[in-house]
Structures are given as C-alpha cells and as structure tokens.
C-alpha cells in the first residue's frame, strides 16, 4: 500500500519569504509523485509532476520541487512567495503499474502574511 | 476549451435519502475519477471510469455507485445517505487514465448530510 505524509498542516510565511512544503512518501513500488493547490472553494489545479528523469521538477507559479528516492521524500518550494499563494497545498503519489487513483496527504496550509 | 465541470455547487440531504452528483470531463478526456475530500483531509479516491466501464475502486462501500455516458460524462450516486457523507465531492478527468497522466479536477460538489 501507499501513504503520503505532510508532517506541516500549516505554515505561516511572510511575503516574499522562500518556504518548502514537506512531503515523505511510503510504497512497495514505484511511484509518480504531484503537487496539488486548492485555492478557497476551488477544485485542485496541477502544480507539478514528477515521472521520470531529472529529480528537481519545475511547475507553475514559480514552484518546484525534488525528488529524493534515498530519503523518500518529494519537498515543495518557493524562492519567494506571495500573498495570492495562500491555498492548500496536496501532495499526491500514484502506483507506477497501476492507472487509476491518486492517494493524497493530508494537505498543508500554506498561510502568506503581508 | 471548457474545463470540469460540476453540478450542483452545493447540496443538503437528509440521512437515509439518496443522491446524485454529475460531472462533464473536459473535451478530449475518457477518464473520469470521483474523489471524497472530508473537511481538512486530504481527497479519497473513490472509483475512476474509463470509456463506460469502472476501472477501479476505493475502500467505499457499494452504496457509492457510479455512472459514465458515451460523450465521457458522470454521476456519482451515494444511497443511503450517513452523516459522515457530508464531504466536497471532487470529479476529475484525464485523458487516458495511464498512469502518470494528469486529473483535471473540477470545482466540486459541497454535500451537506443532516
């Protein structure tokens, strides 16, 4: 089975401050690994993706992130971020043989104060 | 290109009556994945159908059924209604359902059980 943890249900930042959004994952097998946003009263939008190759990933928005196999993890961050980046943040992994579900964690709050 | 959509935004049942939520995929998508995201949890997944047939299913119980039409579109169908239903419902689409392929999620569905 897989398990997605974010050991952060909030972070406070101040604008234009850089902040990483933790994410360890658990699995048996390969895995793709995502990073949601949900902004208030939206649905999930697509920051990134990791498949294949290089382990630091670049998305949207300014936000990247890097796979670590060794450790398990796949961190989010943002040199420096805004106040329209507050929004929760997913962290998402899918099993590499298997097409059908996103198992996500628990989310993280990321909270961008003036 | 018109995005996931959704309907309707908001619900509120009673314990014991059933509901049905409704999603169209976004054009080109033949899959279609239904996830429950409890307040302040991460989305479950539910089940995910591709081209009219379900491709897979989540812990949920068979009270939860599901629908997907020729033109790619879906239902979700909860009997039964519990409390604990009470949940955003989120439907998302991709366009092969391959692992690795992005969901496009759409805005969801806020259910309300009392």
């Known amino acids: 089975a897989q398990s997605v943890t974010q050991l952060d249900s909030q972070v406070p930042v101040f604008e234009e401050a850089p902040v990483e959004l933790r994410c360890n994952y658990s699995?048996?097998?390969?895995?793709?690994l995502f990073w949601y946003v949900q902004y208030p009263n939206q649905g999930l939008q697509l920051l990134l993706k990791?498949?294949?190759?290089?382990?630091l990933v670049k998305g949207i928005n300014g936000f990247e992130a890097e796979f670590n196999k060794s450790q398990t993890s796949f961190h989010l961050r943002k040199p420096s971020v805004h106040i329209s980046d507050t929004a929760e943040y997913f962290c998402?992994?899918?099993?590499?043989?298997?097409?059908?579900?996103?198992?996500f964690g628990s989310g993280t709050r990321l909270l961008v104060r003036p | 290109e018109t995005g996931v959509t959704q309907s309707p935004t908001h619900l509120i049942k009673t314990r014991g009556q059933q509901v049905t939520l409704r999603c169209s995929s976004q054009?080109?998508?033949?899959?279609v994945s239904w996830y429950q995201q409890a307040l302040g949890q991460g989305p479950q997944f539910i089940f995910q159908?591709?081209?009219?047939?379900?491709?897979g299913r989540g812990n949920f119980p068979p009270r939860f059924s599901g629908l997907q039409f020729p033109n790619y579109s879906s239902e979700l169908n909860v009997n039964a209604l519990e409390l604990d239903d009470s949940a955003l419902y989120l439907c998302?689409?991709?366009?092969?359902?391959?692992?690795?392929?992005?969901?496009?999620f759409g805005p969801g569905t806020r259910l309300t059980v009392l």
């Open positions: 054009s080109g998508h033949n899959t």
């Open positions: 998402a992994v899918s099993r590499m043989d298997s097409s059908y579900k996103l198992i």
């Open positions: 699995s048996s097998v390969s895995v793709y």
């Open positions: 998302a689409s991709s366009q092969t359902g391959g692992a690795g392929d992005t969901q496009y």
């Open positions: 990791y498949l294949s190759g290089s382990t």
């Open positions: 159908y591709y081209r009219e047939e379900e491709n």
